[in-house]
């Protein structure tokens, strides 16, 4: 009997008011107007059937519009050089930036005040270090500019709105473009405000291969920093050394032989047969949410391509390909919710658990993905995530209406960051 190979699909729903141009190619639009992001990369004409009376109201809606409290938070901001959130610092630079710049640094500000407030944030990835970026902010424009793309991106893929989209574009070039002129100039001084820009962009690039280049600037950034990383401002996740006292023990039953590659690929081999049945296993539970349940099909199917591909050379780009769209999730996925996530809603938290987990077990399986830090604030993820479902037995789910027992969802996750430091002492990392 044949087999049938898997196809790493990118997770989508349809486009019901798409242009002309992407249903003649049948791929996705992105309904932006006047021009969607496809056309408008293609340099094609982009032309939308005529609409309806309601169709040209929904259209109004989507346009950017800022409400009126934000436009005033954001006047008294500029004009007092006193932030809207305690964990803000004041600063003469807040004067000096535009209006429209600060709007976008709001919003960033906002979901990470909410996310301190709950004390979520290690949960978030980066937006455990978000105070150090906005300090950071307030000397260097880049990580400024880092920011309001991060907001920017956001709003584009929750209000459709093309001026958001292009804002996104606009501040993504001027970080980059900042990031790498004071990348020509780095220094002890600078170092942080680098490797903060080069963190914040990577969640927010364009493609799989702009992701593979950033991330080599990042092993770059981080190998230069090495003699001063005690005195840097992200020494908190630096130092970070994941504890998984369940794993450990077990762990230490088998532990490899130093250059036993065999014994290494039969582990990640293991780790990931154990990941497809935990995300198939939670796969039904998930079928009422389009986007969650099309995520945990791409997870699965990224597993089971470099379950059979291990052992053999994968290209670098194909390593990237596979994992840049659980990179980009929580700016470029309209099911990614903040409030929910503050909210610890355990739905969610079961979700991004499991997704964590795939990501470091590809990392485990995949070196030239395994950059500085890549994994580190997933394993702390993880394990902050474990240590908050750990307070109660489970939960109910309302989709198969059975109970879910804590120690069983966190099976795969805890092995995951078990295996991943056993291969890391194995390579000596």
């Known amino acids: 009997m044949a087999t049938v190979k898997p196809v790493l699909r990118r997770s989508h729903t349809k486009s019901k008011l798409g242009c002309q141009a992407c249903k003649l190619r ?146 993504r070039k001027l970080a980059l473009y900042g990031l790498y002129r004071a990348m020509g100039c780095f220094s002890k001084d600078n170092a942080d405000a680098v490797l903060a820009a080069s963190l914040g962009c990577s969640y927010i690039m364009l493609d799989h291969r702009a992701l593979m280049t950033l991330s080599g600037n990042i092993s770059t950034v981080v190998t230069r920093m090495k003699p001063w990383l005690k005195r840097s401002a992200f020494r908190r996740i630096f130092t970070y050394e994941p504890i998984c006292p369940e794993r450990e023990e077990q762990a230490a039953s088998s532990p490899p032989e130093p250059g036993d590659m065999e014994h290494r690929v039969v582990l990640v081999k293991k780790l990931l047969a154990e990941g497809m049945s ?45 994992v840049y769209p659980f990179t980009s999730w929580f700016v470029k996925n309209s099911a990614a919710s903040y409030v929910a996530l503050s909210a610890r809603n355990p739905f969610l938290l079961v979700f991004l658990l499991h997704m964590y987990a795939v990501v470091v077990a590809l990392t485990a399986a995949l070196p030239r993905i395994d950059v500085p830090l890549f994994a580190k604030f997933r394993l702390r993820a993880i394990l902050e995530i474990c240590g908050l479902l750990k307070a109660e037995p489970g939960f109910l789910c309302q989709r198969c209406n059975g109970f879910h027992a804590y120690e069983e969802v966190m099976a795969f996750p805890l092995s995951s960051v078990s295996v991943y430091q056993q291969v890391g002492r194995e390579a000596g990392r």
């Open 26 to 171: 049948h791929v996705k639009c992105d309904e932006f107007r006047p021009s969607c992001r496809r056309c408008l990369s293609s340099k094609v004409d982009c032309k939308y059937p005529a609409q309806s009376e309601s169709e040209n109201e929904v259209e109004k809606a989507s346009t950017l519009r800022w409400p009126v409290d934000i436009e005033e938070s954001c006047a008294q901001w500029k004009e007092s050089g006193k932030p809207p959130f305690t964990f803000l610092l004041p600063s003469p630079s807040w004067h000096n930036m535009a209006l429209k710049d600060l709007r976008y640094i709001y919003k960033t500000a906002l979901v990470a005040n909410v996310l301190e407030l709950s004390k979520t944030a290690d949960i978030c990835l980066v937006w455990g270090e978000m105070r150090e970026f906005f300090q950071l902010a307030t000397h260097y424009d880049f990580v400024a500019h880092t920011l309001a793309a991060a907001a920017a991106q956001r709003l584009a893929v929750t209000t459709k709105s093309y001026e958001a989209s292009q804002d996104a574009n606009h501040y």
């Open 278 to 322: 935990a995300v198939n296993g939670l796969s039904f539970c998930f079928q009422g949410d389009r986007n969650l349940s099309a995520m945990l099909r791409q997870l699965r199917d990224a597993m089971r391509i470099v379950h059979d591909r291990l052992g053999t050379d994968i290209p670098a780009e194909d390593q990237y390909r596979l």
